[in-house]
């Protein structure tokens, strides 16, 4: 009876492990599907950061302090594009145009410019908006990968400070890029619970060049934990 009982009983609970996943492989998946979501955040955030450099590029080189100049230049080399394609579609397709064609082709192009340039002021503001749309869609995603980094990598961080940035990347198996996981704990930076003892520029460079800079500042780069 006892024999039997015994060995029910460990049916029963060689069936219950079977069938339940222990607690290290819950945890395992839960961390899994974590880790998949915030690298779909971050290349979503890599996105929205990079076109929001494009941008602020292109409103410095239109509509900042010496944009006058610019749009004169350009007005001068849109001026000899022209030149050149007319003179290839003479030649390619046998057209010939009389002067007052040339006048009224390079008097047409003359009025776009003029009218692009009085509404310079307008299209400022359509590419300021622009600029906003972008900046509101890279501090969401970087809000994204925060909140699924708090249920990841930083308690793994806290847990092993002091560490490097180079030691943080290799134990998250490279996942992320360096500029992504410098984004997300320099914000731990700002809340006071990390310190960083070795400051960077990086988050003001364009991406590929942040990126340079931490892969030869990332081993210099340790994190301390400031939470007690």
């Known amino acids: 009876m006892t024999q039997s009982y015994k060995t029910s009983k460990s049916d029963n609970l060689s069936n219950l492990e079977l069938t339940n996943p222990s607690n290290f492989e819950r945890d395992q998946n839960h961390e899994h599907k974590v880790c998949e979501q915030l690298k779909n955040r971050e290349q979503q955030w890599w996105q929205a950061r990079q076109r929001l450099i494009d941008l602020k590029e292109r409103q410095v080189f239109w509509f900042g302090d010496n944009s006058g100049m610019m749009w004169l230049l350009w007005q001068l080399v849109s001026y000899v594009v022209m030149g050149l394609l007319l003179m ?6 046998e057209i010939s145009f009389s002067l007052k064609q040339y006048i ?17 002021g307008n299209l400022a503001n359509l590419l300021q908006n622009k600029i906003k749309t972008a900046e509101l869609q890279r501090d969401q995603c970087l809000n994204e990968m925060i909140i699924l980094a708090s249920d990841s990598l930083f308690p793994r961080v806290y847990a092993q400070a002091p560490l490097s940035l180079q030691t943080i990347y290799e134990s998250n198996q490279r996942q992320l890029r360096l500029v992504s996981l410098h984004a997300l704990l320099t914000h731990e930076i700002n809340a006071g619970r990390l310190i960083l003892q070795h400051q960077t520029q990086a ?6 060049l942040a990126e340079d800079e931490l892969n030869h500042l990332a081993c210099e780069m340790i994190y301390r934990s400031a939470i007690a």
Not at 104 to 116: E, N, P, R, S, Y
Not at 203 to 208: A, D, G, S, Y
Request: proline share 3%.
């Open 88 to 93: 290839l579609a003479t030649k390619m397709f």
């Open 104 to 120: 009224l082709i390079f008097t047409l192009q003359t009025l776009v410019f003029i009218v692009a340039f009085i509404f310079k």
């Open 203 to 208: 988050n003001l460079l364009p991406l590929e």
